[in-house]
Nanobody, 121 residues
Framework: HVQLVESGGGLVQAGGSLRLSCAAS????????MGWFRQAPGKEREFVAS????????YYADSVKGRFTISRVNAKNLLYLQMNSLKPEDTAVYYC??????????????WGQGTQVTVSS
C-alpha cells in the first residue's frame, strides 16, 4: 500500500502548539478524502479528524474539537493538522491516512509512517 509521509512532530509543553504535515502523491490527493489518527503506546488507534477532497466535509473527535484544525491544499498535495492548547493526553504517534472521512481506521486505504508528538506537563 502507498505510504504517506508525515512531519512536524516533536516535544511541546502543555498549552503549546504544533502543526503536522502530510505529503503524498498527486494521485492520492486528487482522488481521496484524508484523515488523521493517533496511537499511544499499548493503546488502540484513535480517530482525530478527517476531511473530504473539497473540504466540504470536516469531522473531529470530541476530544480535540475546538483545539485542532484539519486542512488540505490539494494543489500542493499537502494535508495539515494544526494542534493548539495541547494536553499531555495528546501524546501519541500521529498518522495521516487516505481513502475515507470515516472515524474507523480500517476504512482507510493508505497510511503514513507516523510522527511522534509528546506533550509534557
Amino acid at each position: 500500500h502507498v505510504q504517506l509521509v508525515e512531519s512536524g512532530g516533536g516535544l511541546v509543553q502543555a498549552g503549546g502548539s504544533l502543526r503536522l504535515s502530510c505529503a503524498a502523491s498527486e494521485r492520492i490527493f486528487s482522488n481521496y478524502a484524508m484523515g488523521w489518527f493517533r496511537q499511544a503506546p499499548g493503546k488502540e488507534r484513535e480517530f482525530v479528524a478527517s476531511i473530504s477532497w473539497s473540504s466540504s466535509r470536516i469531522y473531529y473527535a470530541d476530544s480535540v474539537k475546538g483545539r485542532f484544525t484539519i486542512s488540505r491544499v490539494n494543489a500542493k498535495n499537502l494535508l495539515y493538522l494544526q494542534m493548539n492548547s495541547l494536553k499531555p493526553e495528546d501524546t501519541a504517534v500521529y498518522y495521516c491516512a487516505a481513502g475515507s472521512v470515516a472515524s474507523s481506521w480500517n476504512e482507510y486505504n493508505y497510511w503514513g509512517q507516523g510522527t511522534q508528538v509528546t506533550v509534557s506537563s
